[in-house]
């Protein structure tokens, strides 16, 4: 995997990561109009920003995953093994 799209996996990865955190806020604060409404915004955002962070990253001709989950896995593991 070339430095480029490892990069740009650990941005999909992220902006993943965003959503799933922004839907747990959202179920917690459910009650809360205004603050529901300014979530929802942010979950919108970060959806759209992985979705089109995803699909640029699979239309390179150097885009060597057959799934997302793989590519994720492998980036996942690259980070925790320097991390150690």
């Known amino acids: ?6 990069v740009l996996l650990g ?6 990561e965003d959503v799933a955190e922004i839907e747990d ?10 603050s529901t409404g300014i979530l929802l915004d942010g ?3 970060a959806v ?5 962070q995803w699909r640029k990253i699979e239309a390179r001709p150097d885009y060597p995953y057959s799934s997302r989950d793989e590519a994720r ?12």
């Open 73 to 84: 896995a492998d980036v996942l593991k690259e980070h925790f093994s320097a991390n150690q």
């Open 43 to 45: 979950y919108r955002d």
């Open 48 to 52: 759209i920003q992985a979705e089109l």
């Open 11 to 16: 941005d999909a990865v992220t902006y993943s």
């Open 1 to 6: 995997m070339t430095k480029e799209i490892h």
């Open 25 to 34: 806020v959202i179920i917690s604060l459910s009650k809360a109009q205004t």
